[in-house]
């Protein structure tokens, strides 16, 4: 199902449809990126936009193809990916001295 340029809302079973997931996993997704809100009328009817919709892809490809944390996509979807890179930095350089202490155990 392709989006329609002329329809503003979707209901949160066309967007499952749209991106190819299930809605308990949009409600997941809700709870933890601030900007996937969707509009909300009374209790039980949610409504996304073109926008909240290019951001759940966005999400999607982040968590599934990047294989990035719920955190990671967080920090990457706010446009703050030094901080994202600074943790990738950390990791390597931890990496390597672990294997510099390996060598040095080995050496003895």
């Known amino acids: 199902m392709e989006k329609s340029n002329n329809k503003i809302y979707y209901k949160i079973g066309e967007v499952c449809e749209i991106t190819e ?3 308990s996993i949009l409600r997941f997704w809700e709870k933890h990126f601030k900007q996937l809100k969707p509009i909300k009328v009374g209790s039980k009817h949610r409504y996304y936009t073109v926008k909240h919709i290019d951001i759940i892809k966005k999400i999607k490809h982040m968590l599934y193809e990047e294989k990035l ?4 996509a967080k920090i990457k979807l706010n ?4 901080d ?3 943790n990738s930095l950390l990791d390597e350089v931890k990496k390597e001295l672990l294997e510099i202490l390996t060598l040095l155990k080995h050496n003895k």
């Open 21 to 23: 997931l299930k809605p």
């Open 69 to 72: 944390t719920i955190e990671g």
């Open 79 to 82: 446009g703050n990916n030094d």
């Open 84 to 86: 994202l890179h600074s």
